[in-house]
């Protein structure tokens, strides 16, 4: 679209709409337009993610993009603006129009954010409730008395307190250290709050040369010079290096359930290393015979079905800690997680029933989880109800290590790499395929005889495949 | 949803009515690649269903999936409060809805957006509700067709109910009513066929079996086909591919001929699929495959339909142009009428509750009204105003 001078324009604001039912606030995930742009009516602008789902934002109009007032990555109220665009047309109702020219701008030809505030009732948008008065509490509208005849009087203008300066906690404490008032500071973070650099972009000034001004141990990030403008990118570029990323998405989900598994579950780990010889010369004879054609068996796939094997012998290692009910919750089946690394990040997709799969049926099933959980298309089913996991750390050559629970799980087994070592082999050294297992437990749940005892049964079964036969 | 078995595995019934081998297969005229295929039963039904007519069909499913895109944009413009998707639904909806006479009356969900189409609803009045701006968007007896009831099941009730009028007056309409794979487990829709086969009501069951009751599968509820239901209370049913709109349309036309003729109730259980969210409050991706979507989404109602009409040689770019203003000019339409419908009136909640005066909601809306009048001619801005 191409604005002439003399053809007439209005800048439209577009507003964060509630885009679930209820809801008070978005994250604002990609821009798909820049200023400047111009959009079509229905155009999607950006992506948005709200509590409930990820959608598409469609222009409202068709026109310029003069701002964006948001950049990708922040959260925005509901009802703030978000994008301005500047639209063919008169501002004003239709058939409000007449003779644009022949009157000078006035009140009604600036944008609506510009005009002051107008004395009736305003419209809200759908879904965003009634509008939020300033001041922190609801305000009493005033009641006029019947009879009481209403005029204009001049009231000794109260000046309603002013709203506290926008921060976080943090940031207000820092700032109390330091004796700097958050009145006279302009927020550049975003909706103008205060932010950390803020503060010590204040601090250098009030110290007189920049960058010299002797920092207090709290400041974390950079010199007081360093005053990031806002970057439109997903990861923000700080001082001296380092890139900032906005914690989120799987990485996020990953953080908190690695954080309440680690600090609500007792973890006890232990480790056992063992001669997997046998195990190895199995997966070679496998690997001939022809009923598995076609199928790869791995040792992790060994490990797996050792690890059902064990669980109906030490069922308490297939048990979750139901806090609420003050109930310990045991398990029929065993749906064996398996962690991957996916390109959305660490998922744990697990297989139902595990303990009914033979070994061959239990191999595909490992293949199939990975294949999917890798192309991204893990249904969300697979990621609920697991009750034990296994993560194959040997694939990266780590020998061991401590893993952390999958929340609400007893028990998870971390496999090591199989190395060849120096190993006592019938009196004497031989070079045999040595693995380590590492088992960690919730000692809620699982005593340290029970865990030893299904460590041991799954070392058993690894370091001879026969023995299965005095187990089952 | 065929799960393999033979029809009757698990009750040993016969349906009655007319009963048709192999009660579980699909009634399909058209297949998803756009091939017409000869029907012994069928093809009677849509004889007349010629060249220009099937061009018809195809510009309703486009139109009504534009009205739909439309609606969804302008709830995401923060226009409408809500609004739930047909996506996918449309052959469904509109080989059934023309297979109505204006006579018949409808009792849908709030899904049937192209059924209101097809009863020649006023565009804006489909949006009314989701703008919060009214109770109910039309009058149901300008088109006859209630408005939308977001009640799971309930309107099979209703049909029901309308349809014994019917019967008491003698009259050869029939009652139509529109619900979902999920509302087949709500006890109104059970009921409502029990009545409907006690009393041979003139009723037809449309079950549009989108897959989904909102995250639910249909397998959850249902470890036969759905409509193997029906003859449990003594109603005929048929199983037909819900994106072959022709196929659609000869089914219901045969039901309601069924109910015309003194025949009772008919049980169509249409097999499609929701392609979109529940509502736009809805992230369908939390609970559902994307592969079972790309499935579905080779079985596109308007995609099967637009290779027949181009197989045909009726698919020329004068059409296809004709079309794409129509839907053009509907969505326009939809959008303008949305953005200048005028806000209701603090009083207006106190209309539509009785069709005659009322002195108690008379003296409800005198108090009101003097207590809004309270606030003076302002209207009630707070004083100190906005920003």
């Not at chain 1, 029970?450 to 079964?461: K, M, N, P, Y």
């Not at chain 2, 029901?160 to 999920?182: C, H, K, R, S």
Request: hydrophobic share 40%; charged share 20%; with cysteine.
């Amino acid at each position: 679209m191409t604005t002439t001078a003399s053809a007439p324009t209005t800048v439209k604001e577009f507003r964060l709409p509630d885009l679930g039912e209820g809801l008070t606030e978005s994250e604002i995930v990609q821009w798909h337009v820049a200023e400047g742009d111009t959009v079509e009516l229905n155009q999607i602008i950006a992506d948005v993610e709200t509590a409930k789902a990820v959608v598409e934002l469609p222009s409202p109009y068709a026109g310029v993009v003069v701002r964006l007032h948001e950049a990708a990555g922040t959260t925005v109220d509901v009802g703030a603006p978000i994008v301005s665009f500047e639209v063919a047309g008169e501002s004003g109702e239709p058939g409000a129009s007449g003779a644009p020219h022949a009157v000078p701008p006035s009140a009604a030809d600036e944008p609506a954010e510009n005009r002051p505030a107008p004395a009736r009732r305003e419209p809200n948008l759908v879904g965003y409730g009634a509008a939020l008065e300033k001041g922190g509490r609801p305000q009493r509208r005033t009641r006029v008395l019947p009879g009481v005849v209403s005029m204009p009087v001049t009231v000794p203008t109260v000046r309603v307190p002013a709203e506290r300066p926008r921060s976080t906690p943090p940031v207000r404490k820092l700032a109390r250290d330091l004796g700097i008032p958050l009145d006279g500071l302009t927020g550049t973070g975003p909706g103008s709050l205060i932010t950390r650099t803020d503060v010590l972009a204040a601090l250098a000034g009030t110290a007189g040369s920049a960058g010299s001004a002797a920092t207090p141990s709290t400041v974390l990030a950079g010199g007081p010079s360093a005053v990031p403008s806002p970057d439109p990118s997903r990861g923000t570029r700080s001082p001296a290096g380092q890139t900032r990323t906005p914690i989120k998405g799987v990485r996020k989900h990953t953080a908190a359930a690695m954080v309440a598994s680690a600090f609500t579950a007792p973890h006890v780990t232990e480790f056992l290393t063992i001669d997997v010889t046998p195990t190895v010369e199995l997966l070679a004879e496998l690997k001939q015979g022809r009923a598995l054609e076609g199928t790869r068996i791995t040792p992790l796939a060994v490990v797996a079905k050792a690890v059902c094997i064990a669980v109906a012998r030490n069922p308490t290692l297939n048990s979750s800690w139901d806090e609420q009910a003050q109930e310990i919750v045991q398990y029929a089946d065993v749906n064996l997680g398996i962690a991957a690394a996916t390109p959305r990040g660490l998922l744990v997709p697990n297989i139902k029933a595990a303990q009914s799969l033979a070994l061959v049926d239990l191999a595909r099933a490992l293949g199939a989880l990975a294949e999917t959980a890798r192309a991204g298309k893990t249904p969300p089913a697979d990621l609920t109800g697991g009750t034990l996991s296994i993560t194959n750390i040997g694939v990266f050559g780590i020998d061991a290590g401590t893993p952390i629970l999958n929340p609400g799980e007893a028990a998870i087994l971390a496999v090591g790499a199989i190395r060849s070592m120096p190993w006592e082999y019938q009196g004497a050294v031989a070079l045999r395929s040595v693995l380590t297992l590492s088992l960690s437990f919730d000692h809620r749940l699982v005593d340290g005889e029970q865990g030893s005892r299904f460590l041991a049964d799954v070392g058993t079964i690894l370091r001879n495949p026969a023995m299965v036969l005095a187990m089952v | 949803m065929t799960d393999g078995s033979s029809p009757d595995l698990a009750s040993g019934t016969v349906h009655p009515g007319p009963s048709r081998p192999g009660a579980d297969e699909l009634v399909q005229l058209v297949d998803p690649h756009g091939v017409r295929h000869p029907h012994g039963h069928y093809d009677a039904l849509v004889a007349d269903v010629d060249g220009p007519a099937l061009q018809k069909l195809y510009e309703d499913m486009v139109v009504v999936r534009r009205i739909d895109a439309e609606a969804t944009a302008l709830q995401r413009q923060g226009e409408l409060a809500l609004w739930p998707p047909l996506l996918g639904q449309e052959a469904a909806q509109i080989g059934s809805g023309r297979a109505l006479r204006s006579d018949d009356f409808v009792f849908s969900s709030y899904r049937e957006n192209a059924v209101a189409y097809c009863r020649g609803v006023d565009l804006a009045d489909i949006l009314r509700v989701w703008r919060g701006n009214a109770s109910s968007g039309w009058d149901p007896y300008t088109i006859n067709m209630a408005t939308p009831q977001v009640i799971i099941g309930a309107q099979t009730l209703h049909a029901t109910g309308y349809a014994m009028g019917i019967l008491n007056d003698g009259a050869d309409a029939v009652a139509v009513t529109y619900f979902g794979d999920g509302a087949t487990s709500q006890g109104d829709v059970n009921e409502a066929m029990v009545f409907a086969a006690s009393y041979q009501a003139p009723v037809v069951f449309f079950c549009q079996n989108n897959h989904w009751a909102i995250s639910e599968p249909v397998g959850l509820q249902a470890h036969v086909p759905i409509a193997r239901r029906a003859p449990g209370f003594g109603i005929p049913s048929v199983r037909v591919d819900g994106n072959d709109v022709l196929a659609c349309l000869a089914v219901t036309r045969e039901a309601l001929a069924r109910a015309r003729s003194g025949g009772g109730p008919t049980f169509i259980e249409a097999v499609t699929y929701r392609m979109g969210p529940h509502t736009t409050a809805d992230d369908p991706t939390r609970y559902r495959d994307a592969n079972e979507l790309e499935d579905w989404a080779a079985r596109d109602p308007l995609a099967r339909l637009a290779t027949l009409l181009d197989s045909l040689g009726l698919l020329d770019a004068d059409y296809t142009d004709s079309v794409k203003a129509t839907a053009d000019a509907v969505a326009a339409e939809l959008r303008e009428g949305c953005l200048s419908m005028p806000e209701p009136a603090p009083s207006d909640v106190f209309r539509h509750v009785y069709s005659a005066p009322n002195s108690w909601l008379d003296r409800q809306q005198d108090h009101y009204e003097r207590y809004l009048a309270s606030f003076g001619p302002d209207g009630g801005t707070p004083q100190e105003g906005r920003r």
